[in-house]
């Protein structure tokens, strides 16, 4: 009976050792960890789920960091500035100078008539510019109107238009209207105005 249970533990070691002892070499399915749908490997989408299977030969590649890279794409090219179109750069304005250069009355005088329609010279040669410019090298409005009690210049038409058009001086008739001229000795007064226009030097 003893040399029967001392075999029978003898028996239960070399079983034990058996059991424990890892296998030396195990087929590829049997290792772990071992994926029981594909046995190279598989390509997931990163949320657990299944894409594709590897086969032996990507495996074999990406073990040797062989695997086929993308081909860098080049650079895009950035396009050329193009120059901004410069705006068009419009044609200067002739410089002009207006003057009055003569004022006669037709009885006694007017002597803050002249200073007083010397003022808006701006405007007379805004006149000449918006409605044609000067045709010579001199332009002239020759103006008629009357002059009451109260001083100022009424009923202004143009005697005459010289080296501007007959719109231009129509504008400076209409600046000169209604303007103070001064007191006259008279009740009513005929007076004429020369308005000259010329480039500035």
């Keep these: ?11 239960a070691l070399i079983a034990g050792a ?15 960890p071992y994926d ?8 997931a ?12 030969g ?14 860098a794409k080049p650079p895009r090219a950035k396009p050329t500035p193009t120059p901004e179109s410069e705006p068009e750069q419009q044609p200067a304005e002739p410089a002009l100078t207006a003057q009055v250069t003569s004022v006669q009355v037709d009885s006694g005088e007017l002597p803050l008539a002249q200073r007083k329609l010397n003022q808006p010279i701006e405007r007379y040669v805004r006149c000449v510019l918006d409605h044609g410019g000067l045709s010579a090298g001199k332009g002239a409005a020759h103006l008629r109107f009357l002059v009451r009690e109260r001083g100022r210049a009424e009923g ?6 010289k080296g501007m058009t007959q719109s231009a001086a129509k504008c400076i008739a209409d600046v000169v209207d209604r303007r103070f001229v001064g007191y006259p ?5 005929g007076t ?5 226009v010329t480039p500035t030097k």
């Design 156 to 161: 202004v038409s143009i005697k005459e238009a």
């Design 1 to 11: 009976m003893r040399g029967m249970l001392l075999t029978g533990a003898a028996l």
């Design 58 to 71: 990507e495996a074999t590649m990406l073990t040797k960091n062989d695997a086929p890279r993308p081909a």
């Design 18 to 32: 058996a059991v424990a002892a890892p296998p030396e070499h195990k087929p590829p399915g049997q290792r772990y």
């Design 185 to 189: 000795a008279a009740p009513m007064v």
């Design 36 to 43: 029981p749908v594909c046995r190279w490997g598989r390509i």
């Design 192 to 196: 004429t105005v020369v308005v000259e």
């Design 45 to 56: 989408d990163g949320h657990g789920m299944l894409l594709r299977c590897l086969t032996e």
